[in-house]
């Protein structure tokens, strides 16, 4: 976290986030399944995607066959986001 915030990038947390919504691929990942792949509370998770998507790092799509969900998939900003978080963070 140190090392992230001197090098003017975002908490581990963003990139956690971010590289589990690269794996999933351009399908991207309901909420609830990305609740499910990272250590983080649902509440904590349901701002930091508020914050993501304000920042046009990751982008919400309806679900087709549901009214209601939603499917949240990374964008190109947010793959170089991740891309510069991980320089710090891999050397760290």
């Known amino acids: 976290e140190d090392a992230l ?10 990139y956690d986030v971010l590289h589990e919504l690269a794996e999933a691929g351009e399908g991207g990942l309901r909420p ?11 509440y904590n998770v349901s701002r930091l995607l508020a914050r993501l998507e304000a920042e046009g790092l990751v982008e919400k799509l309806p679900v087709s066959d549901d009214g209601r969900g939603q499917t949240v998939r990374i964008t190109p900003a947010g793959r170089e986001t991740r891309r510069r978080i991980w320089a710090v963070y891999g050397a760290a």
Request: charged share 20%; hydrophobic share 55%; net charge neutral.
């Open 5 to 14: 915030k001197a090098g003017g990038l975002p908490p581990l947390a963003w």
């Open 32 to 42: 609830f399944e990305l609740i499910d792949r990272v250590l983080l509370a649902q």
